[in-house]
C-alpha cells in the first residue's frame, strides 16, 4: 500500500518571501507523483507532474519541485510568493501499474500569504 | 470552457433521501472518479469507472452507488442519505498509460444532509 505524507497543515508566509512544502510518500517502487492547488471554493488544479527523468521539475506560475527516490520526498518550491498564491496544496501519488489509476492524497498544507 | 462539470453545486438533503449527483466530462477520458473531501483526510476515492457500463468500488465506497450509462456522464447516488455523508464531492477525469497519470476535477459539490 502507498501513503503520502504532509507534515505541515497549515503555512503562513510573507509576500515576497520563499515557501517550501514538504512531501513525503511511501511506495515501494517509484511512483507518479504530482502538486495539485485547490483555491478557495474551487476544484483542484494541476501545478506540475514527475513521472521520471530530472528530478526538478517546472510548474505552473513558477514553482518547482524536486524528487528524491533516497529520501522519498517530492518537495515544492516558490521562489517569491505573491498574496494570490494563498491556498491549499496536495501532495498526489499515483502507484505505476495500479488498476483504475487510483492516486493517493496527502491531507494538503493551506498556505496563507500575508500582503 | 471547463472539461469536468458538476451539478448541482451545492445541495442539502434530508436524512434518509435520495441524492443524485451528476458530473459531465467532454475529455474523452475513459477514466471517471468520485472523490469526497474532508478536512483532515485529504480526498478519499468513493468509485471509479473504466468507461461506459462500467463502476468500480474505490476506497470508501459503503453507503454509494455510482452509475456510468455513457463516456461523458458519471453519477454518484446516494440511496439513503445520512449526516455522515455531508461532505464536499469531486468528481475527475483522466486517462493512464505509459507516463500518463494525470487527473482533471470538477469544481465540486458540497453536500449537506440535515
Known amino acids: 500500500a502507498q501513503s503520502v505524507t504532509q507534515p505541515d497543515a497549515r503555512v503562513t508566509v510573507s509576500e515576497g518571501a520563499s515557501l517550501q512544502l514538504r512531501c513525503k510518500y511511501s511506495y515501494s517502487g517509484t511512483p507518479y507523483l504530482f502538486w495539485y492547488v485547490q483555491y478557495p471554493r474551487q476544484g483542484l488544479q494541476l501545478l506540475l507532474k514527475?513521472?521520471?527523468?530530472?528530478?526538478v521539475v517546472q510548474g505552473v506560475n513558477g514553482f518547482e519541485a524536486e524528487f528524491s527516490k533516497s529520501n522519498s520526498s517530492f518537495h515544492l518550491r516558490k521562489a517569491s510568493v505573491h498574496w494570490s498564491d494563498s491556498a491549499v496544496y496536495f501532495c498526489?501519488?499515483?502507484?505505476?501499474?495500479?488498476?483504475?489509476?487510483?492516486?493517493?492524497f496527502g491531507i494538503g498544507t493551506r498556505v496563507l500569504v500575508r500582503p | 470552457e471547463a472539461a469536468v462539470t458538476q451539478s448541482p453545486r451545492n445541495k442539502v438533503a434530508v436524512t434518509g433521501g435520495k441524492v443524485t449527483l451528476s458530473c459531465n466530462q467532454t475529455n474523452n477520458h475513459n477514466n471517471m472518479y468520485w472523490y469526497r473531501q474532508d478536512t483532515g483526510h485529504g480526498l478519499r476515492l468513493i468509485h471509479y469507472?473504466?468507461?461506459?457500463?462500467?463502476?468500480e468500488k474505490g476506497d470508501i465506497p459503503d453507503g454509494y452507488k455510482a452509475s456510468r450509462p455513457s463516456q461523458e456522464n458519471f453519477s454518484l447516488i446516494l440511496e439513503l442519505a445520512t449526516p455522515s455523508q455531508t461532505s464536499v464531492y469531486f468528481c475527475a477525469s483522466g486517462d493512464w498509460g505509459g507516463d500518463y497519470a494525470e487527473q482533471f476535477f470538477g469544481p465540486g459539490t458540497r453536500l449537506t444532509v440535515l
Open positions: 469507472s473504466y468507461g461506459a457500463g462500467s463502476t
Open positions: 514527475y513521472y521520471s527523468g530530472d528530478p
Open positions: 498526489v501519488l499515483s502507484a505505476r501499474n495500479s488498476a483504475g489509476n487510483k492516486l493517493t
